[in-house]
C-alpha cells in the first residue's frame, strides 16, 4: 500500500525548529516510521540535497499537493491536514465494478508504522471500501492506525481529479460541464510542476522596460478615433490651464514688449509674467529724475519711496511673516546698513529708519565729515529717533556675522571715495562678515563695486548692471507715465500689484 504514494508530492510541517518542507516522495518505510523526500525545498527555498528524510515523531503536519495518476499527474483538489500528532493520510477505496461497497467511519489513531494509501474522494470522513478490498480491510485500518494518530481529516475542496482515483474506483456521476470546467480551471492553476519553480528573482526593472506606453496610448487614441469615441463628447486635445492670475477671456493677443526706449538697450530683462524690461543709460536715468523732480517728484519723496520699498525687500529677505512676529522676539533680525556721504547714503538711511520701525537690529555706518548734504541731515534726524544705532567707526560693527548687509557705499559720481581708508576698512569688514549683500542703486562699471552683492535693487528702470551685482530687482518710485514720455520712453508699468519685482536677465 505504501507504494501506491510513491511519486506523490507533500507538504510535511517540522513545527517551528524544523520549519516546513514540500516535495516528491521517494520512499516510506513503515518499520523505523520514515518517509523520504526527493528535489525537497524548505520553507519555500529549494534545498541543495536532492533528498531528505523524516522520522514520524518529528512530523507535526502532513499535507498532499499533488497525486500521480495512471497516465499523468493531476493536481488534487484537497489538501490534508491534521489537527494532532502526527499527519497520516486518509484512505478511500472507491466502490467495485458492480456497483457494490461498503463505507466505514472510523477516527485513526495509532503509533506504529504508517502505510500511505491512495485518497480520492472524502465525504463526511467516510472510507468506502469495495468488496475485493473488505479483506485486506482489517490490514489497512491497522497500518492507518498506527500512521496517524489523529482524529481525521479535513475537507478543503469539493472534488477531486478523475485520474487521482483508484483504479478499482467507479466515477460518481456528476456534472460534466461543471466537473470540466473546475478541472480545467484547476489545471491551469495549478497545472506547473513543483520542478519548474524558477530559482532566480523576478526582473521586475527588466519587465517594465518592455512596456511601452507611447505605443499603447497611441492604439487607444487610434482605436477612439475609429470607434467614434471622440465624437461622443470627449474632446481630442487637452483643455488650456490656466494660472491664479492670468485672464480667461482674452479680447486681444499679449504684448510683451510694452517699454520701448529711444536707443538700443544693451541688456534686456523680463519679469516673471514675460514682459520686457529694457535697460537703460545713466545719462538716461539721470534725465528722467530729473524731469520727475521738476514736475514735482521731490528728491525728498523719492528717497522715501526708494526707502520703503528697499526695507520692504529687506524685511522679504529677512525671513517676512516666519520671522518677524511677536512670538520671536529672541530671533530679532540684525542689519548693518553701510552708506556713503551722498544721495545714495540719503536713501540707505531712509531704509534703516523703516526697518528699525519693524523691530529690527539696524547698525548704521557713516563717516564723520565736517559738512554733510542736506537730504543726509535729515534723514539723520529722522533715524535719531529710532532704536537704531550709528556708528562712524569699522571697530563699532559687529564682529560675528549679521543677518543682512546693506550697501549703499558707492555712487555713480564720486570715484575717489574708494580711496578713502574708511571706504577700504568698511569693505575688507563686508567681505569678511559672510553676511549676504543687498545693494541699493549700485552703479553700472564693476570696477566700482567693491563689495559683491548678492541682490540689487534698480529704481524705476534697470541700468545694465554686471554679474557682480547679483541678482536684480525692480522697484517703482511713484513716476508718472507722462514724465516718461517726455523723455522720449515708451513706458507701460510691469509692477502689477507689487512694488517691487524680480528681473531675469534674457
Known amino acids: 500500500m505504501a507504494t501506491d504514494w510513491l511519486g506523490s508530492i507533500v507538504s510535511i510541517n517540522c513545527g517551528e525548529s524544523l520549519g516546513v518542507y514540500q516535495g516528491r516522495v521517494s520512499a516510506v518505510d513503515q518499520v523505523s516510521q520514515t518517509i523520504s523526500l526527493t528535489r525537497p525545498f524548505h520553507n519555500g527555498v529549494k534545498c541543495l540535497v536532492p533528498e531528505v528524510t523524516f522520522r514520524a515523531r518529528d512530523i507535526t503536519e502532513l499535507k498532499i499537493l499533488e497525486i500521480p495518476g495512471p497516465g499523468d499527474s493531476r493536481k488534487c483538489g484537497d489538501l490534508q491536514q491534521m489537527e494532532t500528532g502526527i499527519p497520516g493520510v486518509g484512505c478511500q477505496v472507491g466502490p ?11 477516527p485513526i489513531s495509532s503509533s506504529a508504522p504508517q502505510n500511505i494509501p ?5 465525504r463526511n470522513q467516510d472510507i468506502i471500501i469495495s468488496p475485493q478490498q473488505q479483506c485486506s480491510k482489517s490490514y489497512m485500518d491497522r497500518h492507518l492506525e498506527t500512521l496517524t ?29 461543471k466537473n470540466g470546467q473546475m478541472k480545467s480551471k484547476d489545471d491551469e492553476c495549478f497545472g506547473d510542476d513543483i520542478d519548474e519553480i524558477p530559482d532566480t528573482d523576478f526582473d521586475f526593472e527588466g519587465n517594465l522596460a518592455l512596456f511601452d506606453k507611447a505605443a499603447v496610448f497611441e492604439e487607444i487614441e487610434t482605436y477612439e478615433r475609429r470607434s467614434g469615441t471622440r465624437s461622443r463628447g470627449t474632446p481630442s486635445e487637452k483643455p488650456a490651464r490656466y494660472r491664479h492670475d492670468e485672464n480667461i477671456l482674452e479680447s486681444e493677443p499679449i504684448v510683451y514688449r510694452r ?21 537703460v543709460s545713466y545719462e538716461l536715468h539721470k534725465k528722467l529724475l530729473s524731469v520727475a523732480e521738476k514736475h514735482g517728484l521731490t528728491l525728498e519723496r523719492r528717497l522715501e519711496m526708494t526707502g520703503v520699498c528697499a526695507s520692504q525687500m529687506a524685511l522679504s529677505l529677512l525671513g517676512g511673516p516666519n520671522r518677524l512676529n511677536p512670538k520671536n522676539v529672541h530671533q530679532r533680525p540684525t542689519v548693518a546698513l553701510l552708506c556713503g556721504p551722498h544721495v545714495k547714503g540719503a536713501q540707505g538711511i531712509s531704509c534703516g529708519r523703516h526697518l528699525s520701525n519693524h523691530d529690527v537690529h539696524v547698525i548704521l555706518f557713516l563717516p564723520n565729515f565736517v559738512k554733510m548734504l542736506e537730504s543726509i541731515t535729515n534723514e539723520l534726524n529722522l533715524f535719531s529717533k529710532t532704536q537704531g544705532q550709528q556708528v562712524s567707526s569699522v571697530k563699532d560693527l559687529p564682529d560675528t556675522p549679521v543677518d543682512l548687509v546693506i550697501n549703499c557705499l558707492d555712487c555713480h559720481e564720486n570715484a575717489f571715495l574708494r580711496d578713502q581708508p574708511w571706504y577700504k576698512a568698511v569693505v575688507d569688514w563686508a567681505n569678511q562678515n559672510r553676511a549676504p549683500v543687498l545693494s541699493i542703486d549700485p552703479p553700472i562699471s564693476e570696477m566700482e563695486l567693491g563689495i559683491d552683492a548678492k541682490w540689487s535693487l534698480a529704481l524705476g528702470l534697470p541700468l545694465p548692471l554686471g554679474e557682480r551685482a547679483g541678482r536684480v530687482y525692480l522697484c517703482d518710485i511713484g513716476i508718472p507715465q507722462k514724465v516718461f514720455q517726455e523723455v522720449g520712453i515708451n513706458y507701460h508699468s510691469p509692477f502689477g500689484c507689487k512694488f517691487v519685482i524680480p528681473l531675469h536677465s534674457t
Not at 96 to 103: A, D, L, Y
Not at 168 to 173: E, S
Open 96 to 106: 467495485s465494478q458492480n456497483g457494490t461497497g461498503k463505507v466505514l467511519k472510523k
Open 149 to 177: 494518530q489523529s482524529k481525521g481529516f479535513r475537507r478543503r475542496h469539493n472534488s477531486w481529479s478523475s485520474s487521482s482515483r483508484h483504479p478499482n474506483q467507479v466515477t460518481p456521476k456528476k456534472s460534466g460541464l
Open 118 to 122: 491512495r485518497r480520492t474522494d472524502m
Open 259 to 279: 517699454i520701448v526706449v529711444p536707443q538700443n538697450a544693451n541688456k534686456e530683462f523680463c519679469t516673471d509674467s514675460g514682459l520686457v524690461v529694457p535697460s
